[in-house]
C-alpha cells in the first residue's frame, strides 16, 4: 500500500486554476463589486496559489480599447467606463422645486388680475414682491412680461403662460375657478373676514355664494 505524499512546504496540495480561470474570476468579482477592490482582497477570494495581480494584468490588456477598462483607483482595482464614453452616462433629470408662499400668492395674483404691474401685486399682497420670486415665476415660464401701462413711468405687466394653462388643464384663464369652486374644495373659508362682520350679527344672515362677485366678470 502506498502512502499519500506529503507536503514538505515546497509546494502545495492542490495546484491553482490555469491563468484564464482566474482572469475569469478576477474580472467576476471586480463587476460584481460596487467599490474597487485590492489584490489583497481577490487573493482571499480566489483558490489558494492563485496570482490576482498577474491575472489583472493579463484582464487590463484584455479590456484595453474597449468600452470599460480595468483601472488602478489607489491601491484597488475596478472596472470602469472608458474616458471617452463617458458622456453616453449622462443623464438629466427634471427637479421639482416647491414654491415658496410668496411665489404661490404672486403667482395667483397675476393669474386673477392680469394683467398686472409688480405695484398692484404688491398692494394686494400687502407686503412687497422680492425679485427672485418674480424670477422663479418667470425661469419656470408660468408667467410672461406683459404690455406697458400708458401711466407715468410706463411700468410692464405680468400675465399668465400657455405653459401655466396647460399644467393646470386650462383652456384660458378664464376657467380659473371661482369663489363657489374655491369654497366647495374647502380652499377659501365660507365666514367672512375678521372685522367685516358687523358685532352680534348671526352667521344665517351671511350672504350666499349667489350673491357674491365672481373673480372673473365678463366685459
Same mark, same amino acid.
Given at each position: 500500500?502506498?502512502?499519500?505524499?506529503?507536503?514538505?512546504?515546497?509546494?502545495?496540495?492542490?495546484?491553482?486554476?490555469?491563468?484564464?480561470?482566474?482572469?475569469?474570476?478576477?474580472?467576476?468579482?471586480?463587476?460584481?463589486?460596487?467599490?474597487?477592490?485590492?489584490?489583497?482582497?481577490?487573493?482571499?477570494?480566489?483558490?489558494?496559489?492563485?496570482?490576482?495581480?498577474?491575472?489583472?494584468?493579463?484582464?487590463?490588456?484584455?479590456?484595453?480599447?474597449?468600452?470599460?477598462?480595468?483601472?488602478?483607483?489607489?491601491?484597488?482595482?475596478?472596472?470602469?467606463?472608458?474616458?471617452?464614453?463617458?458622456?453616453?452616462?449622462?443623464?438629466?433629470?427634471?427637479?421639482?422645486?416647491?414654491?415658496?408662499?410668496?411665489?404661490?400668492?404672486?403667482?395667483?395674483?397675476?393669474?386673477?388680475?392680469?394683467?398686472?404691474?409688480?405695484?398692484?401685486?404688491?398692494?394686494?399682497?400687502?407686503?412687497?414682491? #422680492?425679485?427672485?420670486?418674480?424670477?422663479? !415665476?418667470? @425661469?419656470?415660464?408660468?408667467?410672461? *412680461?406683459?404690455?406697458? %401701462?400708458?401711466? &407715468? /413711468?410706463?411700468?410692464?405687466?405680468?400675465?399668465?403662460?400657455?405653459?401655466?394653462?396647460?399644467?393646470?388643464?386650462?383652456? #384660458?384663464?378664464?376657467?380659473?375657478?371661482? !369663489?363657489? @369652486?374655491?369654497?366647495?374644495?374647502? *380652499?377659501?373659508?365660507? %365666514?367672512?373676514? &375678521? /372685522?367685516?362682520?358687523?358685532?352680534?350679527?348671526?352667521?344665517?344672515?351671511?350672504?350666499?355664494?349667489?350673491?357674491?362677485?365672481?373673480?372673473?366678470?365678463?366685459?
Amino acid at each position: 500500500m502506498t502512502d499519500a505524499p506529503e507536503d514538505d512546504g515546497s509546494g502545495t496540495l492542490f495546484e491553482a486554476p490555469p491563468l484564464a480561470e482566474q482572469e475569469r474570476m478576477v474580472e467576476a468579482v471586480l463587476f460584481a463589486s460596487a467599490e474597487p477592490v485590492t489584490v489583497a482582497d481577490l487573493e482571499s477570494r480566489m483558490p489558494h496559489g492563485c496570482d490576482a495581480k498577474q491575472a489583472l494584468e493579463l484582464l487590463q490588456k484584455r479590456y484595453e480599447g474597449r468600452g470599460v477598462r480595468v483601472v488602478r483607483v489607489g491601491e484597488a482595482w475596478a472596472i470602469r467606463t472608458a474616458p471617452d464614453l463617458g458622456f453616453l452616462m449622462q443623464k438629466e433629470t427634471v427637479e421639482t422645486r416647491k414654491l415658496s408662499r410668496a411665489a404661490i400668492e404672486t403667482l395667483a395674483i397675476v393669474a386673477y388680475h392680469q394683467p398686472c404691474t409688480r405695484a398692484e401685486i404688491e398692494e394686494i399682497r400687502g407686503v412687497s414682491v #422680492s425679485r427672485g420670486t418674480i424670477d422663479q !415665476l418667470l @425661469e419656470m415660464e408660468w408667467i410672461r *412680461l406683459g404690455r406697458r %401701462r400708458m401711466t &407715468p /413711468g410706463r411700468p410692464v405687466t405680468f400675465v399668465v403662460t400657455p405653459q401655466f394653462l396647460d399644467h393646470f388643464g386650462l383652456e #384660458s384663464a378664464r376657467d380659473l375657478p371661482g !369663489l363657489k @369652486e374655491l369654497r366647495a374644495a374647502g *380652499l377659501l373659508e365660507n %365666514r367672512p373676514p &375678521p /372685522g367685516t362682520m358687523p358685532i352680534g350679527e348671526a352667521n344665517e344672515d351671511e350672504p350666499g355664494d349667489e350673491d357674491q362677485t365672481e373673480l372673473f366678470e365678463e366685459d
